[in-house]
């Protein structure tokens, strides 16, 4: 059984999120997705929030698994009998921040290893950021969200559509 961690905040999900989510499957039999409890970032969404919108994006898939985590990251995917973490990288930009934080992993704990998926070309540009700064300026978000997400998104902005 090939079990993987995929962290993140989350705040919200995205298509992004979802096609590394997809994609990862095919790679491992079981997928826990794993939601960063106490963030410095101040997020939009509770955790309750952000796992609930991830149950609700990811409830066709069987194999995946949505918890929420505090603390280090390696500890949660060993509690989670997981040997991998899975990461997605967008651009260069993301790349300096990624192997940082997989190389501290492996210092923390050598057996646990990350493995990146390059986020199909559609989705390069998107980002949870870019999700919350185009619906707090009243655009459209329904190409980067699923439509409940974007309702949530939404009512946090108190938009009435
Ligand atoms: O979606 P994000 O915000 O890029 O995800 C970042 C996350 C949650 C993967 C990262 O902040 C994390 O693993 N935090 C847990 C604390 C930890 O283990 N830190 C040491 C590794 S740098």
Redesign the pocket.
């Known amino acids: 059984m090939r079990r993987a961690v995929y ?4 705040d919200p999900v995205t298509f992004g999120h979802l096609d590394v989510i997809e994609r990862s499957l095919k790679i491992v039999d079981e997928l826990i997705i ?1 939601v ?1 409890r106490n ?1 410095t ?1 101040n997020p939009l969404f509770s955790v309750e929030e952000r796992v609930s919108m991830l149950k609700e994006s990811t409830k066709q898939f069987s194999h995946v698994r949505v918890e929420s985590f505090d ?4 500890d949660f995917a060993v509690q989670s009998e997981a040997a991998v973490i899975v ?1 997605g990288l967008r651009a260069i930009t993301d790349f300096e921040y990624e192997l ?2 997989s190389q ?2 492996s210092v ?1 704990n050598p057996s646990v290893d990350t493995v990146f998926l390059t986020t199909r070309l559609q989705y390069a540009y998107l980002s ?1 950021s870019t999700v919350k700064e185009v619906a707090l300026m009243g655009g459209d978000i329904s190409k980067f969200v699923p439509e409940h997400v974007m309702r949530h998104v939404y009512d946090k902005y108190e938009r009435k559509d």
């Open positions: 962290p993140g905040s989350f794993g960063l963030h970032k603390g280090l990251l390696v990461r940082l934080m501290t992993n923390l949870s």
